[in-house]
């Protein structure tokens, strides 16, 4: 059972320059787990104690998983999670 | 450095001018690695907010994977400051995730003249840049 993830410049760090990595599980959260495994410490960087940290964005296929069911939304043989950063900033202070 | 055309730039402005009082955001499209923008691509600001500006999820989505498709980057990534200067903020700062792009913050606080300024963030460090107005 292969997924497709796809990682942002900014964490292939975690994953020796590599734009894409392939994981297993059967739901999000637990192709994080795996993935981390091999690439310790990438699921610290987007996932924290409430779930997914607010300032990323992960995307099951073409959907925010925000809007499916973040970390337990189910992952089959074929799809692709696709991690983007979030664009955001301001003159406010938060 | 950054180079960008006369268009370009006054595009930036327009759209920041637009959108006054909330933040304005976007993106310059450049063919990757060439360091050059050439397409505007204005963002919504899904925090509809003077002083916070968020790329909607669903639309940098599907930004993203057309840049990757056309072998694409984002050269530039910009927004406006509405009351304050064109300087990246602490909030900027913290936020500022795509090492390659050049950040450009453009300022509305004054009704006549627009600040447009240019920088580079890296590991939390702020750089600013030269801007050449290519006519």
Redesign the interface.
Known sequence: MAIEVRI???LRTYTDGAKQVEGTGSTLGEVLADLDSRHGGLRDRLVDGGGLRR?V?V?LN???V?FLDGLDTPVKDGDTV?V??????????? | MLEISRGLHDKIVAHARADHPD?A?G?LAGPAGADRPERFVP?TNA?R?P?????D??E??RV?REMDERDEEPVV?Y?S????EAY?????IA??????SHYVLVSTRDEEKTEFRSYRILDGQVTEEPVTVVE
């Open positions: 942002p410049t900014i300032f964005n995307y073409d959907e925010d925000r696709t983007l950063p979030a664009v955001a900033g301001g003159a406010l202070f938060i | 933040e955001c993106v963002m925090a907010s002083t916070f500006y968020e790329f999820s669903t940098q989505f993203w990534i927004h400051h509405t009351a304050t990246p903020s602490r909030t900027d936020l500022a995730m795509e090492p390659g």
